[in-house]
């Protein structure tokens, strides 16, 4: 496993970034067959986790904090806070007063005493960026978190973000997570390059599309997702959108058959190929999961391959605009001029 540079941090990551999210009711249950997998992404090389305190109702934070037993030290643990766990309002977002009583509940969770990267799940566009950077920064003094990460900014967030830390003298965000894939390339207009400027590290979600490159969809193949069975306008087949899909998805996996590998090592590999990504978060449910993932980390890609599939999904365009996770609170009827 070849480690990169995580940012600006002088912290050294793997380029595969093992997400726990399937790991609790909303997944994999069995705890014991979880640590399983946890233990053999960590011996395969993979030095980078991913969690968040909504994922399972903070069950993924039981189930990783038990895996890294013993082998803490060896890990770069990140988690998220943000998302609602109840219907308090005061249970989510990112005031101080709910950053304070978050990152307590994941670090008893997690059986440690300090975060190497604590993250804002989403941005929240009605609470001053400064009042979340302070409370972190706080936290950063206090030992409790080494840096800070967002997830799921949009460029101009991410600027401002910036800006609000280098005025007021506070803690800066250093990562962002954004959803990237072949199939949702948005990120490369604009999220990507104001990442590398600010000189952040970009740890990308969902290389699979949600599944839609994971192989098992081929088009006129009788497990094509239909609306039914997935609910949602990502996996509403009656939308154009999700038929370009299919066919996209179609020519992928003839390309990646071509040249000797699955469609998910040809993803994967795609994803961490470009120069802003620093990781790719692969959430498996599964050990059968995680074997497909691993060799994606040592293949390299051709220029030939590369062509292709800009031919197939132009640069910065993402088929499906319901793909997208961010920017989404620019876009609501209540923000537009119609």
């Known amino acids: 496993?070849?480690?990169?540079?995580?940012?600006?941090?002088?912290?050294?990551?793997?380029?595969?970034?093992l997400g726990t999210?399937?790991?609790?009711?909303?997944?994999?249950?069995?705890?014991?067959?979880?640590?399983?997998?946890?233990?053999?992404?960590?011996?395969?090389?993979?030095?980078?986790?991913?969690?968040a305190d909504v994922y399972s109702s903070g069950r993924s934070e039981e189930i990783t904090g038990k895996a890294l037993k013993g082998r803490r030290d060896d890990v770069v643990l990140a988690t998220k806070f943000f998302m609602p766990f109840d219907d308090d309002p005061n249970h989510r977002g990112g005031s101080r007063r709910w950053i304070m009583r978050a990152v307590e509940n994941s670090l008893r969770r997690l059986g440690t005493d300090y975060l190497d990267l604590y993250?804002?799940?989403?941005?929240?566009?009605?609470?001053?960026?400064?009042?979340?950077?302070?409370?972190?920064?706080?936290?950063?003094?206090?030992?409790?978190?080494?840096?800070l990460g967002s997830s799921s900014f949009a460029g101009s967030q991410i600027?401002?973000?910036?800006?609000?830390?280098?005025?007021?003298?506070?803690?800066?965000?250093?990562?962002?997570?954004?959803?990237?894939?072949?199939?949702?390339?948005?990120i490369e207009a604009d999220v990507?390059?104001?990442?590398?400027?600010?000189?952040?590290?970009?740890?990308?979600?969902?290389?699979?599309?949600?599944?839609?490159?994971?192989?098992?969809?081929?088009?006129?193949?009788?497990?094509t997702p239909t609306s039914a069975a997935r609910p949602g306008v990502r996996f509403d087949m009656s939308l154009p959108e999700n038929q370009r899909k299919l066919d996209v998805v179609e020519e992928l996996a003839l390309l990646a058959e071509a040249n000797g590998m699955t469609l998910i090592e040809l993803s994967i590999a795609w994803v961490i190929r470009h120069q802003g990504v620093t990781a790719a978060i692969v959430g498996p449910r599964t050990m059968e999961q995680l074997e497909?993932?691993?060799?994606?980390?040592?293949?390299?890609?051709?220029?030939?391959?590369?062509?292709?599939?800009?031919?197939?999904?132009?640069?910065?365009?993402?088929?499906?605009?319901?793909?997208?996770?961010?920017?989404?609170?620019?876009?609501?009827?209540?923000?537009?001029?119609?």
């Open 21 to 51: 999210m399937m790991f609790g009711p909303w997944g994999n249950d069995d705890e014991a067959d979880a640590i399983r997998v946890i233990h053999a992404a960590l011996d395969a090389g993979i030095n980078f986790v991913d969690t």
């Open 159 to 186: 600027v401002e973000a910036q800006w609000a830390s280098r005025d007021r003298g506070l803690e800066r965000f250093v990562t962002e997570q954004p959803p990237y894939s072949i199939l949702v390339r948005g």
């Open 1 to 17: 496993m070849q480690y990169r540079p995580l940012g600006r941090t002088g912290v050294q990551v793997s380029p595969l970034c």
């Open 192 to 223: 990507l390059p104001t990442v590398q400027r600010h000189g952040m590290g970009a740890l990308t979600y969902s290389p699979l599309g949600g599944g839609w490159l994971s192989g098992r969809w081929r088009k006129d193949a009788a497990g």
């Open 119 to 147: 993250q804002v799940h989403r941005p929240t566009p009605d609470v001053d960026i400064e009042e979340t950077l302070g409370a972190l920064s706080d936290l950063v003094h206090q030992g409790k978190v080494r840096y």
């Open 292 to 338: 497909s993932y691993l060799p994606a980390a040592e293949i390299e890609l051709s220029d030939e391959i590369l062509d292709r599939i800009d031919e197939l999904v132009a640069p910065g365009v993402t088929i499906h605009p319901g793909d997208h996770s961010y920017g989404a609170f620019e876009l609501q009827a209540a923000n537009r001029r119609r």
